[in-house]
């Protein structure tokens, strides 16, 4: 999800850093540095799973692609939704109170306790380590 976008933002980073160095600095010609991330794809929740508030349910990833410095790389989730034709790109994500932290992403699953939210059918979690990914929209229910 944030691969190619991370390396664009860094070697634009890159870029306006050599571009506005004080007089008499002579800039070098700087090469992007790119990192290796992973992003492991959400499989569940998805598309028509629902869940009520107060449950406990658990989120899963894929980890096939994950390599061993990544399965013990800590993971954070977040719940967050979106708004149907909204083409802002806002996730809405709820970074005060994530769904879950502290874990490895090389567990490939998590359990959390459904918060009291708004009930609504496009709520999604990002599970974030190195990079992200996000679900499918799913519908929480009060």
């Known amino acids: 999800m944030f691969g190619a976008r991370f390396l664009t933002v860094v070697s634009a980073i890159l870029l306006a850093t050599a571009a506005n ?34 449950q406990v349910q658990t989120v899963t990833w894929d980890i096939s692609g994950l390599d061993d410095a990544g ?4 993971g954070f989730l977040l719940l ?7 083409t802002s ?11 879950a932290n502290g874990f490895k992403l090389g567990d490939g699953a998590v359990n959390v306790t459904v918060p009291s939210v708004v009930p609504r059918d496009t709520y999604i979690v990002v ?8 679900s499918k929209p799913f519908t ?3």
């Open 21 to 54: 160095a004080a007089p008499g600095v002579v800039a070098r010609t700087v090469k992007p540095v790119e990192f290796e991330v992973f992003a492991p794809p959400v499989t569940e929740p998805t598309t028509g799973t629902v869940w009520s508030a107060g």
């Open 71 to 74: 399965k013990n790389t800590t």
């Open 80 to 86: 967050g939704y979106t708004i149907p034709g909204d």
């Open 89 to 99: 790109g806002n996730e809405h994500l709820n970074i005060t109170n994530p769904l």
């Open 127 to 134: 599970l974030l380590g190195d990079s992200g990914d996000a």
């Open 140 to 142: 929480i229910t009060a």
